[in-house]
């Protein structure tokens, strides 16, 4: 069975940073690309970004560059959303989600909140 | 990248048929077969209900369908159920390799 396991969310103050883990089984990770994606509370789903197999491609969202960095661990089957100089538009539900053949998201994991407040 | 364009709201009764429109430029939507659709229920995770347009994931009814026609995608649920009430979002991938959602619709069965 596919699992994908958010963690690492919380409550920050603007300026501050986080990083969240995603870790995922039931799948060979390594062979699928793999997204984050944002919900702002009481509002719609947005891409933040993505990350090809090997890690050394990625792409972000224009509302995060240079503030945020993807990143995954093949051996640990895990994937990160490290978030830097965060502010309070960045207050949402982060989703991992798995990209199938570079056009969807079958897979979702169930979201971990962060709260950018002082 | 600017959100897809849905309609806020849309409602049916049991057994009606309703379509959400989901409308993109020709940087997605209407340079790409990569039209998804999903179905969220308060509180929970996004679900896949449709991908590529018109495919139906394993175990997702058929009374969801979708298509395309220019930069305007739609999902269709026809015999509509109680449980069909939901937020209903479109994604498309884009020109500049990234992916946009549109905006969302709830979807209320009276």
């Known amino acids: 069975e596919v699992q994908l396991v958010e963690s690492g969310g919380g409550l920050v103050q603007p300026g501050g940073s986080l990083r969240l883990s995603c870790a995922a089984s039931?799948?060979?990770?390594?062979?699928?690309?793999m997204h984050w994606v944002r919900q702002a509370p009481g509002k719609g789903l947005v891409w933040v970004s993505r990350?090809?197999?090997?890690?050394?491609?990625?792409t972000y969202a224009d509302s995060v560059k240079g503030r945020f960095t993807i990143s995954r661990d093949n051996a640990k089957n895990t994937l990160y959303l490290q978030m830097d100089s965060l502010r309070a538009e960045d207050t949402a539900v982060y989703y991992c989600?798995?990209?199938?053949?570079?056009?969807?998201?079958?897979?979702w994991g169930q979201g971990t909140l962060v709260t950018v407040s002082s | 990248q600017s959100a897809l364009t849905q309609p806020a709201s849309v409602s049916g009764s049991p057994g009606q048929s309703i379509t959400i429109s989901c409308t993109g430029t020709?940087?997605?939507?209407?340079?790409?077969?990569?039209v998804s659709w999903y179905q969220q229920h308060p509180g929970k995770a996004p679900k896949l209900m449709i991908y590529?347009?018109?495919n139906r994931p394993s175990g997702v009814s058929n009374r969801f369908s979708g298509s395309k026609s220019g930069n305007t995608a739609s999902l269709t649920i026809s015999g509509l159920q109680a449980e069909d009430e939901a937020y209903y979002y479109c994604?498309?991938?884009?020109?500049?390799?990234?992916?946009?959602f549109g905006g969302g619709t709830k979807l209320t069965v009276l």
């Open positions: 989600a798995r990209y199938r053949s570079g056009t969807y998201h079958d897979y």
């Open positions: 039931g799948f060979t990770f390594s062979s699928y690309w």
């Open positions: 990350i090809n197999t090997d890690g050394s491609s990625t």
């Open positions: 020709s940087s997605d939507v209407g340079s790409y077969n990569y």
């Open positions: 590529e347009v018109s």
């Open positions: 994604s498309s991938y884009t020109s500049s390799s990234s992916v946009v």
